[in-house]
């Protein structure tokens, strides 16, 4: 079943009112509260003590199989407080849909009044996710519309908490989650972005985070990096937003070199990337995500590619592509260190795509798919794949709302210039 998204036309409207337009329509700003450093915990467990009453206060948790090891960090508030709980450890990967019908039966047989979501993007969409269908079970995800679909939640959750357990996916602090409608072939993303999903809390604590391995830094950071430079290239933002995102750039430019070289024994660095994805997260959700989350899912899934990579290894083709039509790219320069002065604009935009490329390349990130490693994809492999790329890519939601419309051949051409790294020119 398709997504509202990929209906012919909502897309004919959006090319009628145009990126700008529907702005006007959808323009607000909405963020969890956030608990920076190990006050976290208790100051959760605290509040839902005072708000609670002892024979309501029950917790469902939940992990995947990686992150089970964190729910102890919790646990202990969790006696402290009175807090009754259970442990949902079975999410899986990507999240099929099939997935959030477990975690809604045990919803349904416990009746917590706190979720707590404990992971990287795929536990934390899920806790949002079986919010949705265990207060609104005739929900349909495909028809949920962002704006003015009210959901009507917390008539049975009072607290939805995320406590991240990677540096940038920045779904602790947003109004999106990502599905996978395994019913479709191939499987495809299904997302879903709705106000009411916003975490109440987000707890942005070190301990949950400080022994991600290298790739895994790199690959959350660069998801975070895109979200802030997709986003604000894309023209959608709001002056709360713009500052935001600026924020999150030069605070990723700064740490995530180091928080992917020096990783634990760095806290400086890895905290700066916890807040920096937060902020990040919070310039996408706010605006729309670029189009290179939109390249990324298509690409990511057909190949199995991370989806920090794959969707950083096209930043810099967004850039070019979106120049054609909005100079938003110039405002980077200056986070990049490009001096400016007396440069026309086609020399300073091949400066910031180097200086781009070179930061990435600076954490072992390749620029081109044909040089990528992780994993190793042929050219003919590539190429024969090209058009279920290019069609994925198209019907994607951020496409919908890119400033420059996007369209088959468009997305096809940014995938042949990506192979061999070759910068937009059209
Ligand atoms: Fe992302």
């Given amino acids: 079943m398709s997504v509202w998204y990929e209906e012919q036309l909502v897309k004919d409207m959006m090319s009628i009112l145009g990126g ?4 006007g329509l959808a323009t607000s700003f909405a963020s969890s ?13 605290k509040l839902i003590e005072a708000i609670i009453p002892e024979e309501e206060r029950r917790a469902l948790i939940f992990t995947d199989a990686f992150t089970k090891k964190f729910a102890k960090n919790v646990i202990q508030y969790c006696d402290f407080c009175k807090i009754k709980y259970e442990i949902f450890s079975d999410i899986e990967p ?3 849909i099939k997935n959030i019908e477990d975690s809604v039966k045990i919803c349904e047989e416990f009746k917590p009044k706190v979720l707590i ?13 079986t919010m949705i269908k265990y207060e609104n079970p005739d929900t349909n995800f495909n028809a949920l519309l962002p704006i003015g679909d009210p959901l009507g939640l917390r008539r049975k959750v009072r607290f939805l908490v995320a406590i991240p357990t990677t540096s940038g996916t920045g779904s602790e602090v947003t109004n999106a989650a990502v599905l996978t409608d395994t019913t479709r072939d191939p499987p495809k993303k299904l997302e879903i972005t709705n106000g009411e999903i916003v975490p109440d809390m987000a707890i942005l604590d070190t301990d949950f985070v400080e022994d991600m391995p290298p790739s895994l830094t790199r690959g959350s950071g660069l998801d975070a990096f895109s979200h802030a430079i997709g986003s604000y290239v894309s023209n959608w ?3 709360i937003v713009d500052a935001i995102n600026i924020s999150a750039i030069k605070e990723i430019l700064k740490y995530l070199p180091r928080a992917y070289k020096y990783g634990k024994k760095d806290l400086e660095a890895r905290s700066h990337m916890q807040v920096a994805a937060a902020m990040a997260g919070l310039g996408f959700a706010n605006t729309i995500p670029g189009i290179d989350h939109s390249l990324g899912h298509s690409f990511g899934k057909i190949f199995g590619v991370h989806h920090g990579l794959a969707v950083g290894i ?3 083709y967004v850039v070019g592509f979106q120049a054609k039509v909005t100079d938003r790219w110039m405002d980077l320069c200056p986070l990049f260190k490009i001096n400016t002065d007396g440069k026309n604009k086609e020399i300073l935009k091949n400066e910031l795509l180097k200086a781009l490329k070179n ?4 954490i072992d990130t390749p620029t081109a798919i044909k040089n990528l490693n992780e994993p190793v994809i042929s050219k003919e492999k590539y190429m024969k794949n090209i058009e279920v790329l290019a069609n994925y890519a198209d019907n994607d939601g951020p496409s919908l709302f890119s400033y420059r419309a996007l369209n088959f051949e468009l ?16």
């Fill in 20 to 23: 700008k337009a529907i702005r």
């Fill in 33 to 45: 509260n956030i608990y920076i450093g190990k006050s976290g915990l208790l100051t959760m467990a």
């Fill in 94 to 96: 990507e999240v099929p």
């Fill in 117 to 129: 979501a404990i992971g990287g993007g795929s536990v934390m969409d899920a806790a949002k996710a």
């Fill in 237 to 239: 933002g709001n002056p």
């Fill in 314 to 316: 096209f930043l810099p």
């Fill in 359 to 362: 930061f990435m390349q600076s």
């Fill in 411 to 426: 997305c096809k051409k940014i995938f042949e210039y990506a192979w061999d790294g070759k910068d937009i020119d059209f």
